[in-house]
């Protein structure tokens, strides 16, 4: 009679186990880059709003009215309805920036808080938009 080699039942749960505490161990870690990750990209998202937000006054000559309050931006541009933006992952304490005809910035700063990290946002060039 032939001899069949398998795994016992110990071995496979003791792999079972071994596998269940490595990904207990790497997936907070990965959960955390990846959240990370998508904070970083909201913020870089916002920054170009903002440099967008400035060429468009500075081309269409209007103001531009930018108000942020917790996970919110409301946008006013001259006349038109205002528009919302929402983040997961910033968070503003309640304040207002207004951009001229000129493209300049005021204040010239921004308090925004980054996954519990507060940044201070200090506008380059607050008074004139750079062209390209």
Do not use: C
Request: hydrophobic share 40%.
């Amino acid at each position: 009679m032939r001899q069949i080699r398998a795994f016992t039942l110990i071995e496979l749960l003791v792999v079972l186990v071994i596998l269940g505490a490595l990904a207990g161990l790497i997936g907070p870690m990965t959960l955390g880059q990846i959240e990370k990750i998508q904070a970083q990209q909201e913020w870089s998202e916002l920054r170009n709003q903002i440099d967008f937000q400035r060429r468009h006054a500075y081309l269409q000559g209007r103001r531009v009215h930018l108000q942020f309050d917790g996970k919110q931006l409301v946008l006013q541009v001259g006349g038109e309805p205002p528009s919302q933006i929402s983040f997961d992952w910033l968070f503003f304490k309640p304040q207002q920036l207004t951009v001229d005809l000129h493209g300049g910035i005021a204040p010239q700063y921004l308090e925004v808080y980054l996954r519990r990290q507060q940044i201070n946002y200090k506008f380059e060039n607050a008074h004139r938009v750079i062209e390209n």
